[in-house]
């Protein structure tokens, strides 16, 4: 987590504009899943306004990195399971 944390500190101006790009784009896509997939609208709600949060600097860096940690089930579909997965795209986007 350490090298997450020095990440967002050393960010510049471009690492940040960059990472906001891709998260609205999936945002995008998972608002696309949310109209088709009505089945785990629950879940999906949850990946989207997460994000979204992220977007709008609601949630840290240090946060979304501790939530990255943890794990989900495969089936899980809660709408924790939705913030743990987007936290994951995040540090993904991160640390590829």
């Known amino acids: 987590m350490e090298k997450y944390k020095r990440y ?20 995008r ?3 696309l ?12 709600q949850a990946y989207i306004d997460y994000l979204e949060d992220f ?3 609601h949630i840290s860096h240090k946060d979304v990195a501790n939530l990255a940690l943890n794990k989900t089930d ?9 913030q743990i997965e987007a936290s994951k795209f995040i540090m993904n986007i991160i640390n590829p």
């Open 55 to 57: 977007i709008s600097n």
């Open 8 to 27: 967002f500190s050393e960010a510049n101006d471009f690492n940040i504009t960059r990472i906001k790009s891709v998260v609205k784009n999936e945002i």
């Open 74 to 82: 495969v089936y899980d579909d809660s709408s924790e399971a939705g």
């Open 29 to 31: 896509k998972a608002n």
């Open 33 to 44: 899943r949310l109209r088709s997939d009505r089945e785990h609208i629950e879940y999906n």
